[in-house]
């Protein structure tokens, strides 16, 4: 028999006898004992004959009376088995003439997928037709029950079932199921009909079909999900009904209305794909005559995403995403996007990869969505060519990388330009279990083009540039890196392995005019420790800093002695033999400087894996003040978790380290006055097996205003949940944060309520809506400090 699909249907009727292909004048009397598994257990993963069929049978029984060519019947406490099918019964009879066995009374039947129990099966073993009575079966390997007043086998693969039922629920739970007055099913289409479906919520109907089709086995089905009920400040009532569309095995469509009181109608649209040369998915979006902003008329929205080989050797990447209007993800609740959005990227590139070398051609472009922001300059296009050949020689090792890029943009007070870069590099790797040694010596030569027609060079922002339209440049870049791992047992906290490892870096660059150069693509990096052993401090080529500089930190580490972690501390700071390198991207250029960089320390703490700490700072010697630093604390018990964290960044390094240009058009006081000073309170606690709740606060020192809080609490029973929400967040200033402190903050409240059942495919957390209870779903998020892979 081949194995049932473990779904509601397919497993009700899964009781067709256990013999449908052998002859019961093939059975034989084995009175040994054997040592059989329990009748109610999953076999699932057990190996399978390979013709369960033809497996023998053995049977035990209290009494045999045989007719020779009539019948033979088993009398008291039947027990047949075959493989992994077992089946019990009072009587079990085989009329030889017509080929028909009868099993009555008390008759129960497993395969290890399925447990039945009926008053009566008849199985005609000439035409396979089977025939159970008053039967109540149970899911072995997942939850599910049923019961059928009658059930017929009449195909091979196809049933019928009279007055049926199902449910997730356990015996003697009655908060839902699902029955119907007649049921077919079909496996070869994996397919179960039903006709007059009630859904009923302790044993009272609260919703009734004509017809229905579900998907039995593993089978996508097109129909409709479960709804989602949510009420908020902002947009009133919400109802979202989403329905799948299961158009072929390789595609997909879930579209979702939703309702919003004050809003209107949205249409929410995502599409999947699985082609030959990758996979994607299309979401859309569309809100008709939007109540609340009738000024901004049809609101929409869409993303198109696609990842791709071909051949092993051609890649293909797309990334487009396009908004009706700047306001977009501040007034309506998208996938596509959230309100901290302040620019959606369309970006596509073909990649061809061989052993030795690559090429690619990009395209990239942005949307604005801030009023004041500078519009960014997009690629179209720009071709890399790379090339690799480590091991040219012994310990030598040699790559290239190249490209060539078109600059465009709709700033008419800024130039468009073509840039042309290559850059050959030799690196001399040397590494052992203990250490490793590696120089490297690169030459970076770039040629500009730049259209420099209707540009007003006298304007501010092309204050201490020289600008011209035709430029190059040709930069030498050495550096070597050394580090190595020491290793001894500390006694000092009680029998640890201590590991010291200590970096140092030297890295020259000549010092280069470079002003003769804009900024297309070129932003100043975010320093910590790890930076501090970059060899560059911008992305992009456009500005390459000049460098003579000694980097040296160190990290220690403690391993107990089942070496896992339990601390790690690293420290580290530049020193600069040329003081101008510094200055040039000085956080606080008008303090007195001095030859070093700011302190650089991170550290995570594990104490007995229920006390965590994650925390860096950046310290600045020349004003003896703290840049930025971050503090996260959490201590975990068998119910749950609580953590409090802090992060702070001055408002000197947010204006040196972020493009402030694409966001806010250069005026930093339209986002923050004083930096950033934000504290957060988190916490989850599961109340008992079925109730579990979280919240989450947030707070903004530098305003004295919460930014957001959040708090859940989640009912999950054995076969449904329900799951009540309710945010409170910060969206926007009234008029504008520019005017503070003069504006007001304007919150929005929304009440969501989830439910659904447990069971069948159900996926808590991700397709019911209903998230657990660490709350990753708010802006600013939960993060697990001392998450290390040990």
């Not at 007055?181 to 044993?203: H, K």
């Not at 030959?276 to 995403?305: I, M």
């Not at 604005?368 to 060519?385: A, C, D, M, S, W």
């Amino acid at each position: 028999m081949s194995r049932f699909p473990r779904t509601l249907l397919a497993a009700s009727i899964s009781a067709a006898v256990f013999a449908s292909q052998v002859q019961a004048n093939e059975a034989i009397v084995d009175d040994s004992v054997q040592e059989l598994p329990a009748i109610d257990q999953c076999l699932i993963d057990e190996p399978e004959a390979e013709n369960p069929n033809q497996q023998p049978i053995n049977v035990e029984a209290d009494s045999l009376q045989a007719v020779n060519g009539n019948k033979a019947t088993y009398s008291g406490n039947v027990v047949v088995v075959q493989g992994k099918k077992r089946m019990l019964a009072d009587n079990v009879t085989l009329h030889q003439q017509d080929n028909v066995v009868v099993a009555e009374g008390n008759v129960t039947f497993s395969d290890g997928e399925v447990k039945t129990q009926s008053d009566k099966a008849v199985n005609n073993l000439n035409t396979d037709h089977v025939e159970l009575t008053n039967t109540d079966y149970q899911f072995l390997c997942e939850p599910g029950r049923g019961e059928a007043a009658y059930i017929a086998k009449t195909g091979k693969a196809v049933y019928e079932i009279e007055d049926g039922t199902l449910t997730s629920c356990p015996e003697g739970d009655k908060s839902w199921r699902m029955t119907a007055s007649t049921i077919e099913i079909d496996q070869n289409e994996e397919e179960a009909t039903f006709y007059n479906p009630r859904f009923e919520v302790l044993n009272v109907p609260v919703f009734y079909m004509p017809y229905m089709t579900v998907p039995i086995g593993d089978t996508r089905k097109t129909g409709f999900l479960y709804p989602t009920i949510s009420y908020g400040s902002s947009d009133g009532l919400e109802l979202e009904v989403p329905f799948y569309w299961n158009i072929a095995p390789n595609y997909d469509l879930e579209s979702t209305i939703k309702y919003m009181e004050q809003r209107g109608t949205q249409w929410n649209n995502k599409f999947r794909y699985l082609t030959g040369v990758g996979a994607g998915q299309l979401e859309a979006e569309y809100l008709s005559s939007d109540k609340k902003y009738p000024e901004q008329d049809n609101r929409w929205g869409f993303q198109f995403t696609h990842d791709g080989i071909l051949d092993q050797s051609w890649k293909f990447r797309i990334d487009y995403s396009k908004v009706s209007d700047i306001n977009y993800f501040t007034d309506v609740d998208s996938n596509i996007g959230n309100r901290e959005e302040g620019q959606l990227l369309q970006e596509a590139e073909v990649t061809y990869r061989s052993a030795s070398w690559d090429a690619s051609l990009l395209t990239r472009d942005f949307q604005v969505l801030t009023e004041n922001g500078n519009l960014p300059y997009r690629i179209l296009p720009q071709l890399k060519f790379n090339y690799y050949a480590p091991e040219l020689m012994r310990f030598l090792d040699f790559d290239m990388v190249s490209h060539v890029s078109r600059f465009d943009t709709d700033d008419g007070s800024k130039p468009s330009a073509t840039r042309a870069h290559i850059e050959p590099g030799l690196t001399i790797p040397i590494g052992t279990t203990w250490g490793s040694w590696t120089t490297e010596a690169r030459v970076l030569a770039t040629y500009y083009q730049q259209d420099l027609d209707g540009i007003n060079l006298s304007d501010s922002q092309y204050s201490g540039y020289n600008l011209k339209e035709t430029t190059s440049r040709v930069i030498p870049e050495f550096r070597s890196h050394a580090g190595i791992v020491l290793e001894r047992d500390a006694y000092v906290l009680g029998g640890y392995t201590q590991t010291l490892e200590p970096q140092i870096q030297y890295l020259y660059v000549p010092k280069e005019d470079q002003s003769e150069i804009y900024l297309y693509d070129t932003t100043l990096l975010q320093t910590d420790y790890y930076g501090l052993f970059r060899s560059r401090k911008y992305s992009g080529v456009d500005r390459i800093s000049a460098a003579n500089q000694f980097s040296y930190g160190a990290s220690t580490r403690f391993y107990d002695d089942q070496y896992k972690e339990r601390l790690n501390i690293s420290f580290g700071q530049i020193f600069y033999l040329d003081k101008e390198t510094k200055n040039s991207t000085a956080i606080n250029p008008d303090a007195e400087q001095t030859n070093y960089s700011a302190w650089a320390v991170e550290m995570d703490f594990n104490y007995n894996d229920y006390l965590f700490y994650h925390g860096g700072i950046q310290y600045d010697i020349d004003s003896s003040e703290l840049q930025l630093g971050n503090s996260t604390l959490e201590y975990r018990f068998s119910s749950g978790y609580i953590q409090g964290n802090y992060r702070y960044v001055t408002k000197e390094y947010i204006e040196q380290t972020v493009d402030l240009d694409s966001i806010t058009d250069g005026d930093i006081n339209s986002i923050t006055r004083n930096g950033i000073s934000q504290a957060g309170l988190l916490a989850g606690y599961n109340i008992s097996r079925n109730w579990n709740a979280s919240a989450q606060y947030y707070y903004d020192l530098t305003t004295d205003e919460a930014i957001e809080w959040l708090a859940k609490l989640n009912y999950i029973d054995d076969c449904w949940y329900i799951g009540f929400t309710y945010s409170n967040q910060l969206r926007s200033w009234v008029p504008s944060f520019s005017s503070y402190p003069n504006s007001e903050p304007n919150y929005e409240s929304n009440f969501t309520v989830n439910f659904g059942i447990v069971g069948f495919g159900t996926n808590i957390g991700s397709n019911s809506g209903l998230e657990s209870s660490d709350g990753s779903n708010n802006s600013l998020g939960y993060g697990r400090p001392f998450f290390l892979n040990n």
